[in-house]
C-alpha cells in the first residue's frame, strides 16, 4: 500500500517528515510549507509557511531536535527554531557565491553541511557570542557543484556526491563541537578537511549514502547505474567497487533499507529495489509501483473533458490518457526512510517534481 | 548598453574555477597499432561473421587516441554494421555483454556525425532501434553521460 499526497502545483524538490512523522515540510518555490497530516481519512492541512529566500528553495533538512534548516539558490541557509508554534530563522554565513543545492543535518543535530555550485561545502555550527550559525569551508579537491551530503553517524564523516562524477568522503571535524572520533574503515586521525575517500564514477553522482553499518558506500549516477563503494585498508584505498548497470533512465535518490537492500529512483517516476553483498555482488531484484505490473484503465479516459484536453495539450484526439500508470507522474527527486529502525526501513516517501509526496511500503 | 552583459563568460577571467577534467590515462593508439585489428575485423566481414566482426570492434576501442585514428577505425566498424543482415542484428546484440553494447551505441552515434556515417543512416538507425529493442535506453542514457568518447 502507499499513501499519495498532493500537495503542490510546483515541483517539490526536497520534503522532510518532522521527528514524530506527523508533519511534513516540503519546498514550494520560494517557501517552505509545513503540512500536518491528520488522520488517513482528512486531507493534510497547511501549519505554516517559511518565507524569507527570495530565489526557488533547493533542499530542506529536518534535525533530530527539530531544527529546519533551508538552503536556496540565493546562496543563502536558514535555520528555523521552533518557538511557540512558530519557526524563527536564525542566520547562517554561508560565504559562498553560487546557489546552495543540498543539505544535511549531522545526526545529533549540532552541525550541518551545505553543497553548493560554488564548489565548497560549508560545514555550518552554531557560535553562541553571534548568535548566528557560521561554516568552515571543505574546498580542495572539489571540482564541480555538490549535488548530495550524507553524514556518517559518528558526527564527523561527511560523504558527498558532485558532478564532476566523484564521490568524496571527508572529515568534517570542529574543534570544540565534535568529540573526537574513535577509528573507522575511514580512517584513524581525522583533522578538519582529511580526504578519506575519493573514486571517479564516470557520471554525474546524484545521490551518496553510507550504509546501515557505515562500512561502505552506495552511489546512485546519472548513467542509470548504481555503484557500491568498498573502503580498502590502505589511505584512499578502495577495496572494491560493484556497479550495476541498468537500462532504467537516470537515478536521482538512493537509500538503504538495510545493510543488503537499496531503493533508487529518478527519472522512471518509481521506486526501484537492488539487493546483494559485497561478496555475490548486487543487482535489481523488483521494483515497487511497477507500470509493468499494472493496466491502463480506459474507461476513465472516454470522457468528453478528457477528449478536449488531449486535444488541447498535445493536439492529439487520440483517447489514450497521458498520465503515467505509476503514482508519481514526474521524476522523483527524493526518497527518505519514513518508518522502521536504521537497519530495517520498511516505510520510505519520496517526492517529484509532480509535487507529490508519496510514503511507500517496501 | 552596446554590449550583451549578459553573455560574457564570467568564469573565463577567474584562474580557480576552470573545470579541468580528471587525466582518464587512456593508452594512445597510432594508426600501425589498430593495423592487425582492421585485417581481423576485414577477415571477419570476409567470412560473413558479423558477430565476430562486432566482438573486436566493441572490445578495446581506441578512447585516447588522435582524430584520425577514431576516424579510420569508425570507418572499419562501419563497414561490418553495413554488411549485416537486418535479420542477424538481434542475434549479434544478444550475444554481447551490457558493457558492450554500451560500446557499441557508442560507435553508432559517433559515426553518425560522420559524413560517410550519414550516408547510411538508414543502417545505423536500424541498428540502434533494434538495441532499444532488446536491452532499453539503458546504452543510450550511459552514452551521455560517458566520459569515454570516440
Redesign the interface.
Known sequence: MSLPLSLSKQPIYDHCFSVDRRSVAISKGNDVEIYELTDSSGKPRLLTTLKHHDKPVTALDISIDGKIVTCSQDRNALVWVPTNGDYKPTLVLLRINRAATCVKWSPNGKKFAVGSSA?VISVCYFEDENDWWISKHIKRPL??TILSLDWHPNNVLLACGST??HVRVFSAYIKGVDSKPSPTVWGERLPFQTLCLDH?L???VHDVKFDPTSNFLGAA?????VTFIYPGPGELEVAKISKV??????FRSLIFLSPSKVVVAGHDCYPIVFEGSAEEGWKHTYSIDDPATKKRNYNENQSALNMFRQMDLKGSSDTASSSLLTIHQNTINVLRPFQGTSGEVTKFSSSGNDGKVVIFDV | MEEDWRRIDVDQFDPE?Q??E?DLGLPSYTLEDLQGKFQQIRQSIASNNIAEGIKLSVTDAPYGSANDVKQSYLLAVLEVLNTAKQSEVNTVISQLS??EV?VLVKIVYALMATSEGQRSGGALLGWLDKIVDS?????I??Y?????RI
Open positions: 564548489r571540482k564541480s564532476d562524477s571517479n564516470g557520471s554525474w549516477t546519472h548513467d542509470g547505474s548497470r541498468t537500462s532504467f533512465l537516470p | 574555477s573545470f579541468v580528471d551490457t558493457e554500451d536491452v532499453g535506453e539503458g546504452p542514457v550511459r551521455l553521460s560517458d566520459p569515454y
